[in-house]
């Protein structure tokens, strides 16, 4: 690979008008430089309110590479510390989730209350005395913690826009997804599923709004589930997979006519391509469906529960750690190993004042799109891998991101809309808030 030493100088010229350079993928210089200039300072999905929901409760994930508690106090504060011991660093929680009274170090005994105040040293008089007093052993906070209807973000920068601004318009699909929840309850629910892959972060922040690659990378599972008759009659399940599988065989002019906007900070959303055309053709309206639109309905009265239910929005993505599917009720936190290696952790959201089967619905759609064992998903990380492979290649330096370019339409809300459905203006928008980020 041409060297291309991360300076500021270097960073800019690796974006030009509908291309970027490969070294933004392969160079563990430049991943480092990400690490600390954007998951170091970006607002990053953490999780769900309802993931610490009672008071004693925490939650642990990584920002970046940096291991951080969500927790609850037992007066009901939230609190996002740093998992990391403040006597000789060790990483002090180690569960996903679960509920504790203290947080213990598991290699002198350190204890800490879930708002991080140190709370008790073994053997004090070895300090003549309890250290600490000062606070100065308490855990150290990630500087700001906000949250936008339920979900909590942090950033490990003191400065930087608020979360509403940086949301921005995208903010409106976390609407979608909350709104959708009769009585705007939302919980996470039904377990976690993990992947990996061989590839850049970049990569599946990239693929989920590409509306171009269903028909080429997803081609086996479109014939299989064609194949399939229509009568096999699972327990739900079996019909729900087929479905989503038969979609992404959708013809060219369906994802052409579908919609992609993006915001400032490299956020997008994609319409939605599903349809029940054959049962609204018939004029008919399924009985699980119609009890949901009840229960809607009593939230939000009939008028606006037409809206909400009418709102076609598929894969929103939060630049850089977050994609979620607002209809579907799955969300997905991206986090970056190595330059080469991501992990990605889903969930799959229950709404509990709607018909339950829509919940079992929504985690046999988990397993077609998120489930490590998917048919769909498993096309997506081997063409990772494969782009990965392919960009460390001397076959050329540049990666063509041109697609719709010069045919952005600006809307009246602060967003701008791709020319058609299949313009990469969703990666132009990404790596636009890329170069802002690390080019500070
Ligand atoms: S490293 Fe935590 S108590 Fe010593
Ligand atoms: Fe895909």
């Known amino acids: 690979m041409d060297s291309l030493p991360p300076s500021p100088g270097d960073i800019a010229r690796l974006v030009q008008p509908g291309r970027v ?59 996002v510390l740093f998992n990391r011991c403040t006597h000789r660093g060790a990483k002090l929680a180690t569960d996903e989730t679960g509920t504790a009274k203290r947080f213990v170090c598991c290699y002198h005994g350190w204890a800490f209350e879930l708002d991080g105040k140190l709370a008790e040293v073994p053997l004090p008089e070895g300090y003549g005395g309890m250290p600490g007093a000062d606070g100065s052993l308490d855990l150290v906070r990630v500087p700001r913690v906000a949250t936008y209807r339920g979900f909590i973000f942090a950033s490990r920068a003191k400065e930087g826009p608020s979360l509403s601004d940086w949301l921005g318009p995208i903010a409106s699909s976390f609407d979608d997804m909350v709104d959708r929840a009769p009585g705007g309850v939302l919980e996470v629910a039904g377990g976690v599923s993990r992947h990996a892959y061989d590839g850049n972060w970049k990569l599946v922040i990239e693929n989920h709004n590409d509306t171009l ?33 038969r979609q992404n065989g ?27 055309a054959r049962m609204a053709a018939r004029g008919e309206e399924d009985p699980v469906e119609r009890e949901y639109r009840e229960a809607l309905e009593k939230t939000h009265g009939a008028e606006r529960a037409r809206e909400i239910m009418g709102v076609t929005r598929f894969n929103s993505i939060v630049y850089p750690n977050l994609s979620f599917m607002s209809r579907f009720r799955q969300l997905r936190v991206v986090q970056p190993v190595s330059v080469n290696r991501t992990v990605v952790v889903t969930y799959t959201f229950r709404m509990p004042l709607a018909p339950e089967r829509m919940f079992r619905d929504s985690i046999a759609f988990a397993n077609v799109v998120n489930g490590a064992g998917s048919l769909v998903l498993t096309d997506d990380l081997e063409t990772y891998a494969r782009v990965q492979d392919g960009l460390a290649s001397q076959g050329g330096d540049w990666v063509d991101v041109q697609r719709g370019l010069g045919g952005d339409q600006d809307e009246a809300n602060g967003m701008l809309r791709g020319q058609t459905g299949t313009s990469e203006i969703h990666l132009r928008a990404q790596f636009a808030a890329w170069q802002r980020w690390m080019t500070p």
């Open 213 to 245: 690659h269903p028909r080429f990378v997803h081609a086996s599972s479109v014939a299989a589930a064609r194949d399939q008759s229509d009568a096999v009659h699972s327990d739900g399940a079996g019909e729900v997979q087929i479905k989503q599988m």
């Open 21 to 79: 350079h490969r070294a933004a993928y392969i160079d563990p210089a430049i991943f480092d430089l990400e690490m600390r200039l954007i998951f170091g300072r970006a607002w990053l999905y953490l999780c769900h309110e309802s993931q610490v929901a009672e008071p004693g409760s925490f939650f642990t994930t990584v920002m970046g590479r940096e291991p951080v508690i969500v927790s609850r106090d037992r007066g009901g504060a939230l609190h």
């Open 250 to 276: 959708a013809p060219a002019h369906v994802w052409e006519a579908l919609g992609i906007w993006t915001t400032e900070w490299g956020h997008s959303f994609m319409g939605d391509y599903h349809t029940d």
